[in-house]
């Protein structure tokens, strides 16, 4: 019997990681061959069959992509949209660039302007005259939503957005602003 | 005196052109539909659609296969043996297309017989017939001029020869139990009791040398497509292999044929006499279903195993099952 056994001399620099360890025994099932061999592999086809019939009338489990979609949740963090005040139609957007300086992917490029009393283009005083985001760049980490002070940028549900060139993946404002349509159904309560 | 097939029954040959003829149109049509349907019941068996995109349901899936098929190359590697190699895909094709013509689709009706002809020795030719088929496999894998051809051809020789005997006998209780060996006289001396019921031995062995002679899972060691390459048609293409293909559906139809027609009672089942063949093609098809059933759920034997199987297993139960048999038959 090892010291670490009897609990009370136990001595940490003596003492084997095998002593703490329980051995449990192997289970092994009985010898292949033989009579009993042959009866019990029977027994366990049938019992394969089954699975698989149950397999069979549980259905697919599929889900067809193209026709149909993955739900996501409604955190879920897809292509960005940018915002309108809903009373007055003004950017919310007033240029100020923290998003641009809080993106690690630096895919955010904002070029600010001054708003011209009587045409106003946002509620602030600046507008962003240049929104572009490289979505060939972006990470989906939802930095730039955090940082905006005026949540003039949110993260939307679109995750579909394979192009055939590079250039088409920079999005410019009107592309940001534009009501974006929704394909990508959300996951019900619970779900 | 044993009730042979009648041999004074004589029809028309016309009736003979017409009967082969619609009975090599329903076959060739149902050989299209069980390869899609065979893959999308392995789908289902896994939680999948298998094929639904060719057509409604997938349905024109064989017609895009075959297509694709027929649009290959027909290979021939430089090595191969040309005549041999060329003569690998059609043995099966006719074995196959000869086995159909046993199979009893329904009694004498109107002095028309529902099957292609009844032969005296029945069981007998299609043995001989079915063992035709595997000079297709052998030819084509020593043809082809491959070791991996090569391989695939001995490992089929060698299951061949172990579970082929065991075959035999296991037909051979029904045969005794009903004296006679043409297939139609043995459907006839069913209509008390199926024989599945005294011979469930018998039937059981059966299935599973069929499982051996139709190269299915789980003794599809000649084709082994995950470690031989598909075995004796490495190298063929086209519609070379598609043949190949063809035939181990074929095989399966009448390997069920049989099987319905000896032990699951072939044509018997209520209603009025016209739907005899339809009782026959529901009983064969039920018998395709547990072909692919068992396709989905048990993976491949060992080469081994299939000899044990067959020599230490099979072979002896199926030898008792003759003897009981035997002594039942003459005792009672």
């Known amino acids: 019997m090892s010291a670490a056994q009897d609990g009370n001399d136990f001595d940490p620099r003596t003492a084997s990681y095998l002593d703490s360890i329980e051995v449990v025994e192997v289970q092994r099932g009985p010898e292949p ?55 007055t139609g003004l950017e919310k957007c007033v240029g100020c660039s923290l998003c641009a300086a809080a993106c690690p992917a630096d895919c955010i490029r904002v070029v600010a302007a001054e708003n011209i009393p009587g045409d106003r283009v946002s509620a602030g005083e600046r507008y962003a ?22 949540d003039a940028i949110t993260m939307g549900h679109d995750y579909e957005m394979a192009d055939y060139d590079r250039r088409d993946l920079i999005f410019t404002k009107e592309m940001l602003l534009a009501e974006p349509v929704e394909r990508t159904p959300l996951k019900s309560e619970g779900e | 005196m044993l009730p042979l097939a009648d041999t004074q029954f004589a029809e028309a040959t016309w009736i003979m052109v017409v009967k082969s003829i619609v009975i090599f149109a329903v076959v060739f049509g149902i050989l299209p539909i069980l390869t899609v349907v065979e893959r999308k019941l392995i789908g289902r068996f896994q939680h999948r659609y298998g094929p639904n995109r060719v057509g409604p349901y997938g349905l024109l899936q064989p017609l895009a296969d075959v297509g694709k098929l027929i649009s290959k190359e027909s ?56 063992s035709i088929a595997f000079y297709g496999l052998l030819l084509g894998g020593w043809s082809s001029g491959s070791k991996y051809s090569l391989l695939g051809a001995m490992r089929s020789a060698a299951q061949l020869i172990s579970y082929e005997v065991s075959m035999g006998l296991a037909l051979l209780g029904v045969v005794m139990m009903s004296g006679s060996l043409s297939l139609v006289s043995i459907v006839h001396s069913q209509g008390e009791m199926w024989f599945i019921v005294p011979q469930i031995v018998g039937f059981v062995i059966f299935m599973l040398a069929g499982f051996a002679e139709t190269n299915r899972t789980p003794f ?22 598609g043949s190949f293909l063809l035939v181990e559906y074929m095989e399966i139809l009448v390997v069920s044929g049989i099987a319905a027609a000896m032990f699951l009672g072939g044509w018997m089942g209520p209603g009025p006499s016209f739907l005899d063949p339809i009782w026959m093609l529901v009983k064969m098809l039920a ?10 759920t048990l993976p491949r034997l060992r080469y081994d195993q299939l000899m044990t199987l067959g020599w230490k297993v099979l072979l002896p139960l199926a030898t008792l099952n003759v003897l009981v048999t035997a002594i039942l038959v003459v005792v009672l």
């Open chain 2, 220 to 241: 599809d060691m000649p084709e082994a497509d995950a470690e031989l390459v598909q075995g004796f048609m490495t190298e063929y293409g086209g519609m070379r292999f």
């Open chain 2, 75 to 130: 290979f021939r590697p430089e090595n191969a043996t040309q005549t041999l190699f060329i003569l690998g895909p059609l043995l099966p094709v006719l074995a196959g297309v000869l086995s159909l013509a046993i199979i009893p689709w329904g009694d004498v009706q109107g002095g028309v017989g529902f099957y292609g002809i009844d032969v005296p020795i029945g069981i007998l030719y299609f043995f001989a017939v079915g």
């Open chain 1, 33 to 87: 061959g033989g009579l009993g061999g042959a009866y019990r592999a029977f027994g366990e086809t049938l019992r394969g069959l089954k699975t698989t019939m149950a397999r069979l009338i549980e259905g697919p489990l599929t889900i067809e992509y193209p026709e149909e979609k993955t739900p996501v949740y409604p955190r879920f963090r897809g292509r960005h949209k940018l915002h309108k005040f809903e009373d």
């Open chain 2, 287 to 296: 018998l395709v279903f547990l072909f692919i059933w068992v396709r989905a």
């Open chain 1, 129 to 150: 005259a240049v929104y572009e985001i490289n979505l060939s760049r972006c990470i989906f980490c939802g930095y730039c939503e955090i940082a905006c002070p005026f």
